[in-house]
């Protein structure tokens, strides 16, 4: 008997890529008018498992079944779910940044009188959509004017505009603030308020815990549970069980830290902005690390962490660049990449996708990039050596892939995330940056990274991390600096470290109170006692 209120059945859904099962008969019911949750470790087949529901993958190129209100639907494109009403918003946001708001809400699904587009109700029909998704902008703005958490909400008034009734959000919050975090699944909770049903993919256990009402776990291409979410930790905990296949009773991997002499000092650092050449984006600021010490970065967005740490490695961003850099002692120049590298310099980008990867290369070709040198034999690649250190790495970091000839585009994101890490370990740095290394990864993931870091640390190199999540600052590092409109606000020690103690002063510069109201150059520690304080 067909329970009327499943609006969706997936049943024993098998794909194959290459021979490689990534769905293992997979199975999902959402009920009408829900919010289920998706959860899973990277590379468990939950994408695969949405683009075979749109039509992403087309009915043929899987097995099993697929009913939509009790009725098997068999899609061959994703033209055609979105006429059943199903609508997915994919984490790569899919807007063309050189049309309009109105433009890209219609696109495809213009607004026509005649034959002709009716750029007059394109832009009211637009305007009412992003009223109802709290979006204030000018329908004719362009979308590359606008920042993430704003297109994001561009794509779900897109999705309202096609009459949605299941809407597929896929790590929606991955690339947002707390802020625009907040907003969306404020919206995702109006939109189930007014009967749209609507599955969410995401690593942030605690937005499942606060949006969803049914949580599905997926595992290795297969079904582990699915069971009403209630708002307590016990559900985080049952989650990550069923993620990872074991209790992870720690979030971070044991570490007994040994810092040894200073390794890495930059000494009144400056950077203008590209292109506002009079803006003062990193204001006067110095730090140090020490051999085997892991030390955070941590800001609001737009605070400079990005910008310090790509002006510091080969001045990959900004412009009227100042300062001094040194290494065990020695000042050093790092004006281009290449000298960073030749420094002992690595620099791993918060954006991946675009800095980090040749997404159209092997994972052969991402792993050996930032340091062929030690391939070549009279200036030839050693292609049998290069395949065979690639393959070493695989194995040693994990790397979820039949073989390192694999194109990394096809690897989840905590993969991909370790063939970038193992490019930079490759290069035998002494001193390696980190922007953002865990974001849009899994807990399980997320927990053999911590691993690989504790593990460079404990190689005796000098190792930041710059992250938006203050837990995983607190967790990992030794010491912390906070930063706050391009300036260097504090100095917290482990010991003292608080996520209300770090926001105070991350928020310092903006409040008028602490270090921001020193002389340039200063930093306020919390411990008299503290090593390494840079007051000058």
Not at 385 to 399: C, G, H, L, T
Request: aromatic share 4%; with cysteine.
């Amino acid at each position: 008997m067909i329970d009327q209120d499943v609006i969706l059945s997936m049943d024993g859904i098998v794909k194959e890529f290459n021979g490689v099962r990534a769905l293992d008969g997979v199975s999902v019911a959402v009920r009408r008018g829900e919010v289920h949750g998706i959860c899973g470790e990277n590379g468990a087949g939950k994408s695969t498992l949405m683009n075979v529901l749109s039509g992403v993958y087309p009915h043929g190129s899987y097995s099993g079944t697929i009913s939509l209100g009790g009725e098997e639907v068999r899609y061959g494109s994703i033209n055609d779910s979105e006429r059943d009403g199903i609508v997915i918003i994919h984490q790569e946001l899919a807007l063309s940044p050189f049309l309009s708001i109105a433009e890209n809400i219609f696109l495809g699904n213009e607004v026509q009188r005649g034959g002709v587009i009716d750029w007059n109700q394109t832009n009211l029909q637009a305007a009412a959509l992003l009223k109802r998704v709290g979006l204030d902008e000018n329908p004719a703005t362009k979308i590359l004017e606008l920042g993430v958490g704003k297109q994001q909400l561009v794509e779900i008034a897109k999705a309202l505009s096609k009459e949605v009734k299941l809407l597929i959000l896929d790590e929606p919050t991955a690339a947002l603030n707390d802020g625009d975090s907040a907003h969306l699944l404020g919206l995702i909770d109006q939109l189930r308020e007014g009967g749209i049903t609507s599955i969410v993919i995401s690593h942030k256990l605690k937005e499942i815990r606060a949006i969803a009402d049914t949580v599905t776990v997926i595992r290795d291409g297969k079904t582990i549970e699915s069971f009403p979410v209630e708002d307590s930790e016990e559900i985080e905990t049952r989650i990550i069980r069923a993620m990872v296949g074991r209790p992870l009773d720690s979030q971070f991997p044991d570490r007994n830290p040994q810092i040894g002499e200073e390794k890495f000092r930059v000494e009144d650092w400056t950077v203008h902005h590209p292109i506002d050449v009079d803006r003062v984006v990193v204001n006067d600021v110095s730090f140090n690390v020490r051999a085997g010490e892991i030390v955070g970065f941590a800001g609001l967005m737009g605070a400079g962490r990005t910008e310090l740490a790509m002006s510091i490695f080969g001045r990959s961003w900004g412009t009227g660049v100042s300062g001094r850099v040194f290494k065990d002692g020695v000042e050093i120049q790092t004006r281009s990449v290449g000298e960073a590298i030749r420094h002992g310099l690595a620099y791993v980008s918060e954006d991946r996708k675009r800095y980090g990867l040749n997404l159209i290369g092997s994972v052969v070709v991402n792993v050996s990039a930032a340091a062929l040198g030690k391939l070549a034999r009279l200036g030839v690649i050693d292609k049998h050596r290069e395949y065979s250190v690639a393959d070493d790495y695989r194995q040693k970091m994990n790397i979820r892939t039949p073989t390192v000839a694999s194109v990394v585009a096809n690897l989840s994101g905590g993969n991909q995330q370790k063939v970038v890490l193992s490019k930079w370990i490759y290069s035998g740095p002494d001193v390696l940056i980190l922007d953002e290394p865990t974001r849009g990864i899994d807990v399980g993931a997320k927990f053999e990274i911590y691993g690989i870091i504790n593990e460079m640390a404990a190689q005796g190199k000098a190792v930041v991390v710059i992250s938006s999540e203050l837990p995983e600052l607190i967790g990992l590092c030794d010491r912390i600096y906070t930063i706050a409109e391009g300036r260097l606000t504090a100095e917290v020690p482990r010991a003292e470290a608080t996520q209300e103690e770090l926001m105070r002063h991350m928020t310092a510069a903006r409040i008028g109170t602490g270090a921001a109201d020193a002389a340039p150059g200063s930093v306020h520690t919390t411990s008299a006692g503290s090593e390494g304080t840079q007051g000058t």
